[in-house]
């Protein structure tokens, strides 16, 4: 007989451990609810990467996002507006609901008002504007998980690279080859968008894409021309675009050419004309303050790492005094 998987391995647990059958159906049933929050400002991957560490630990993810005036208190103002931050984790995979306006400071009433078990967060250190521990209560009580931070992005160092118009990101690839295979691709954005362009290297766009919940598979390098062999490979029944124009190809051909041919082509209205370059422009005109915002979180940073560092070397010290 040829059993379906997920239903014999549920006979065996059922077996190894006969007490789970006396168990209440609901018990048997009951669903993890994890909370995160944050500010999820310019939405990357470590965020998406978070997020799905943290819904890995349970089975329902609840997502807190703080609102822009408390965001302002604590840490500086946003880049990306609180509807706008709403609506990116809304579209992020693994979200299953979101909060809007969640308090800076997670506390064990937001848990128990959301019914959520535990809150998991990246193991960083996050305080408030009087330099306390935003977790401290939720680790007092047992409720606080950690999962791995995500190293090389956060909004910081994305709004130090659209100011400072770097382009190191292009590069930090180990492989050589591998590396000049990846920067064709990057060069491609550049030929159309401007020298500048992408902010992100090909792996990280290709991360973000990912974490968006409406995206089933990506194409890592796919041709900017639309042809034949592209569409027939993956079976393709629509190509979309957007309402921004149509660069031509190299060739000044129209990269639709092909599906247009095919009456497969339409045009899709996002309901949304923010663009890369608006955001640019946002954090031009903000650079004076996000500035700040940046030196004044590395100074807080700095502040408890160093204070940790001294308790540690007393720690040590006090048990080599023991010891002798
Ligand atoms: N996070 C992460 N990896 C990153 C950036 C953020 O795992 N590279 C996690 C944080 O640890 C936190 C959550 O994402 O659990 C939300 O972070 P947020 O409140 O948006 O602020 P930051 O931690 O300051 O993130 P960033 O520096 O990108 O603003």
């Not at 609102?67 to 208190?73: C, N, P």
């Amino acid at each position: 007989m040829i059993r379906n998987g997920s239903h014999a391995a549920a006979e065996e647990e059922e077996q190894a451990e006969p007490s789970s059958s006396s168990r209440s159906p609901e018990k048997r049933k009951r669903v993890i609810r994890v909370w995160c929050d944050g500010c999820y400002d310019m939405v990357h991957y470590g965020h998406a990467n978070q997020l799905r560490q943290a819904k890995a630990m349970g089975d329902y993810l609840v997502v807190g996002v703080h609102t822009d005036e408390e965001i302002a208190k604590h840490k500086g103002p946003p880049v990306f507006t609180q509807a706008e931050r709403y609506k990116m984790i809304r579209a992020t995979k693994w979200v299953d609901e979101i909060v809007e306006g969640a308090p800076y400071v997670s506390t064990l009433e937001t848990l128990d008002k959301y019914n959520c078990d535990f809150c998991v967060h990246g193991d960083d250190i996050t305080l408030t504007v009087d330099g306390k521990d935003t977790y401290d209560e939720v680790k007092r009580m047992g409720r606080y998980r950690e999962c791995k931070r995500t190293q090389g992005v956060s909004t910081t160092d994305l709004v130090g690279r659209m100011l400072l118009l770097t382009k190191s990101h292009h590069s930090n690839v180990d492989n050589a080859a591998y590396q000049l295979h990846t920067d064709n691709f990057g060069k491609e954005v550049n030929r159309y968008k401007g020298k500048n362009y992408p902010i992100m290297n090909i792996h990280e766009r290709t991360l973000s894409v990912l974490a968006c919940r409406y995206v089933s598979e990506v194409v890592i390098g796919a041709p900017y021309a639309v042809g034949k062999d592209l569409l027939d490979h993956f079976k393709v029944d629509l190509v979309c675009h957007g309402k921004t124009e149509v660069f031509s190809d190299t060739d000044g051909t129209d990269p639709y050419a092909e599906p247009k041919k095919r009456g497969i082509f339409r045009i899709l209205d996002s309901g949304n004309n923010l663009t890369t370059d608006d955001i640019v422009q946002r954090i031009i005109e903000n650079r004076l303050q996000f500035e700040a915002r940046n030196q004044k979180k590395e100074a807080k940073e700095m502040a408890v790492i160093e204070a940790l560092k001294h308790k540690e070397d007393s720690l040590k010290t006090d048990a080599a005094l023991t010891n002798n």
